[in-house]
C-alpha cells in the first residue's frame, strides 16, 4: 500500500503497523488505523480474524492511488499469509 502512494515506509512505522495488526481482532470490531502519504492520500483499517486467518481492511484513498491498490488487491487475492510469508493458493 506505501508504494501505491508513492510513500517510503520506514522500518519503525512498519514494526508499528504488525504490532497494532497483532492486536487487532475481526470478531470484536478492534481495528487498526494508519495513514501515510502526502496529505494524508491513504488511510487504511485492518482486522486480523484468527479463526479463519482472514485479514480484513477498508481503505481511503485519492482516485490515483485507489486505481493501484485495486490492482494489488487483485494480486493478494491470490495469495494465503502463512508464517509471515505470502504463498499462492492452491
Not at 512505522?13 to 470478531?27: K, N
Not at 501515510?36 to 486467518?53: T, V
Request: hydrophobic share 35%; with cysteine.
Amino acid at each position: 500500500m506505501a508504494d501505491c502512494a508513492k510513500y517510503d515506509l520506514s522500518d519503525g512505522e512498519l514494526w508499528a503497523i504488525e504490532c497494532g495488526v497483532e492486536e487487532s481482532d475481526y470478531e470484536r470490531n478492534s481495528w487498526y488505523e494508519y495513514s501515510f502519504g502526502e496529505a494524508d492520500s491513504l488511510k487504511f483499517r485492518l482486522a486480523y480474524d484468527r479463526g479463519s486467518s482472514v485479514m480484513f481492511y477498508e481503505v481511503e484513498a485519492s482516485e490515483q492511488v485507489a486505481i493501484r491498490l485495486e490492482h494489488v488487491a487483485e494480486i493478494m487475492g491470490e495469495y494465503t499469509l502463512k508464517g509471515g510469508r505470502f504463498t499462492p493458493h492452491p
